[in-house]
């Protein structure tokens, strides 16, 4: 099975928070959320996740690269 994230907005209505840093990486109950949708990803055994990138999209690509999950 595969999945796929659609993170390149700008997230203007999250405003500032999304002024230096990805809607994704906006932290939602101690974490990023795209950290909690991968991992809930994983748990549904999908066996690919692609994801779409783009306002600020190597920060998510770094975030998302450094973590083990």
Same mark, same amino acid.
């Given at each position: 099975?595969?999945?796929?994230?659609?993170?390149?907005?700008?997230?203007?209505? /999250?405003?500032?928070?999304?002024?230096?840093?990805?809607?994704?990486?906006?932290?939602?109950? =101690? *974490?990023?959320?795209?950290?909690?949708?991968?991992?809930? /990803?994983?748990?549904?055994?999908?066996?690919?996740?692609?994801?779409?990138?783009?306002?600020? =999209? *190597?920060?998510?690509?770094?975030?998302?690269?450094?973590?083990?999950?």
């Amino acid at each position: 099975m595969k999945a796929i994230i659609l993170s390149g907005g700008k997230g203007t209505r /999250l405003w500032p928070l999304t002024a230096d840093r990805p809607k994704p990486l906006v932290p939602f109950m =101690g *974490e990023p959320l795209i950290f909690r949708i991968i991992r809930q /990803l994983i748990d549904a055994n999908i066996q690919e996740i692609v994801l779409t990138l783009g306002y600020l =999209g *190597e920060q998510i690509r770094k975030a998302v690269t450094e973590n083990d999950f």
